[in-house]
């Protein structure tokens, strides 16, 4: 089975924190994705990667920058907490293929910023 | 870039009665379009998908039905039971750059009265 692994389930910072949300998948996929889920606002693309070292913006992309020096590994970091950053951010990954594909969730962590 | 419309976005159903949740999209060119459910505490995992090129699939008592000119496709759910109340996402993927990027529409809760 394919494993989407996000590094806290639930995560408390301060305003203006560095934070760092990590995300490993096992199953050796090209594309990785970073999401948020608000209440009444479905899963909004923030970043995504379909590389090693390749990133592109998605559509939420202010205040976040992600990092992805390993195939397995894709880490989103807002640079400067705010509070209305607080939300749940879903993890996914899925394989490159001339269409699209399922992609693979991780259990998604929800992160309060006060 | 890619829009997908669901509807509706509260549905309530008595144990037994059939489902129906729907979606638009915007591009022409999507051509992949897979189906969620995310229970509590966990993300998204896929249910049903269907591609461009097929107009309807089936698996048990869950249908999706696909209609390219007019751009819309819904999800079939028969026989509801209480373990189907859940939050369903649909989603379209679009290539961007040589990868398919799915784009998700704001989501369904689907709650089945036993």
């Known amino acids: 089975d394919v494993k989407v692994t996000q590094s806290s389930r639930y995560l408390v910072k301060r305003t203006g924190e560095k934070v760092f949300l990590e995300c490993v998948q096992d199953m050796d996929h090209e594309n990785m994705f970073w999401y948020r889920q608000d209440p009444g606002l479905g899963l909004r693309l923030i970043y995504f990667?379909?590389?090693?070292?390749?990133?592109e913006k998605g559509d939420i992309p202010e205040g976040y920058s992600v990092s992805r020096e390993k195939k397995e590994r894709f880490s989103l970091i807002l640079e400067s907490a705010s509070t209305n950053q607080t939300s749940m951010y879903l993890c996914?990954?899925?394989?490159?293929?001339?269409?699209?594909?399922?992609?693979?969730f991780g259990q998604g962590t929800r992160l309060t910023v006060v | 870039g890619e829009n997908v419309e669901q509807h509706p976005s509260t549905l309530s159903v008595q144990e037994g009665d059939s489902a129906v949740i729907k979606c638009t999209y915007s591009d022409s060119a999507s051509n992949y379009f897979p189906w969620y459910k995310q229970e509590l505490g966990k993300g998204p995992q896929l249910i049903i998908d269907i591609r461009s090129n097929v107009g309807e699939k089936k698996d048990q008592r869950i249908a999706v039905t696909l209609n390219k000119t007019a751009k819309h496709f819904s999800l079939h759910i028969t026989e509801t039971q209480p373990e189907d109340s859940a939050v369903y996402f649909c989603?379209?993927?679009?290539?961007?750059?040589?990868?398919?990027?799915?784009?998700f529409g704001r989501g369904t809760s689907l709650i089945v009265h036993p």
């Open positions: 989603a379209a993927s679009t290539g961007s750059g040589g990868s398919y990027i799915p784009t």
């Open positions: 996914a990954s899925s394989l490159s293929l001339l269409s699209g594909t399922e992609a693979f």
């Open positions: 990667s379909y590389d090693v070292k390749m990133k």
